[in-house]
């Protein structure tokens, strides 16, 4: 192996609120399944506590709070990105992780990155992209439900799913049962794709995911076996 293809993947990781699969990233960084490292952690809320939690690990952190590009006339998106962008790219973070980041990015951003950014959404995608998937699942009457990590392109949870992880929906279901199932999968599922980027195994190849050297059609599906 060489030694470019054996550096640490450099990983920058946004997040909005608590942090948890971020924190699930870092444990698995520091175990060695990723061979990678955070190399910031950017917040957009002052609320978001996950900041905090990173502080803890020794992680560096970066406040940049969106309420600070609102105006008159409105949300200054592209300031506002161009901060993110600048923050990104000063930490020579290699992949992006949308870590629960509750943002739409534009399409310029994605761009700058493509095949480097990744997403984690709640649910078995192609369906129910956007929000409320936990409700949405249950008023379907679904008896699936599940998490999928995703590559991000301009369309909203509609880049190709890499990895998905199942879970029923049981009787008596709530959003908040249903929801820490799915929350609990993505703790294992996140970090598993990370570490395919980070072993070289999983590339972005004329606007299509390969993995292992063959193109990706669909999502594998992560078992505990």
């Not at 951003?109 to 078995?124: A, M």
Request: aromatic share 6%; charged share 20%; glycine share 10%.
């Amino acid at each position: 192996m060489n030694t470019a293809a054996a550096a640490p993947l450099r990983i920058a990781v946004l997040i909005s609120g608590r942090g948890t699969n971020m924190l699930a990233i870092a444990r698995a960084c520091a175990s060695g399944q990723i061979s990678g490292r955070i190399v910031t952690v950017i917040g957009d809320r002052v609320g978001a506590t996950g900041l905090a939690a990173a502080q803890d690990l020794g992680l560096a952190t970066k406040l940049i709070e969106a309420r600070a590009w609102r105006n008159e006339a409105g949300f200054d998106r592209a300031g506002f990105e161009a901060a993110l962008r600048e923050q990104i790219d000063a930490s020579g973070a290699e992949l992006v992780v949308l870590a629960g980041f509750m943002r739409v990015l534009s399409a310029g951003f994605v761009h700058h990155y493509t095949g480097r950014i990744l997403n984690i959404h709640p649910s078995l995608l192609p369906a129910y992209p956007g929000l409320d998937t936990h409700a949405r699942a249950l008023a379907a009457g679904d008896r699936e439900h599940g998490a999928s990590v995703h590559y991000v392109t301009p369309e909203l949870d509609a880049g190709p799913p890499l990895l998905q992880a199942r879970v029923p929906v049981l009787p008596g279901d709530t959003v908040d049962s249903l929801s820490a199932r799915v929350h609990a999968v993505e703790h294992r599922i996140y970090p598993e794709v990370i570490s395919w980027i980070a072993a070289r195994r999983l590339h972005w190849c004329g606007g299509r995911p390969q993995l292992d050297g063959a193109t990706l059609d669909g999502p594998r599906q992560w078992s505990e076996d």
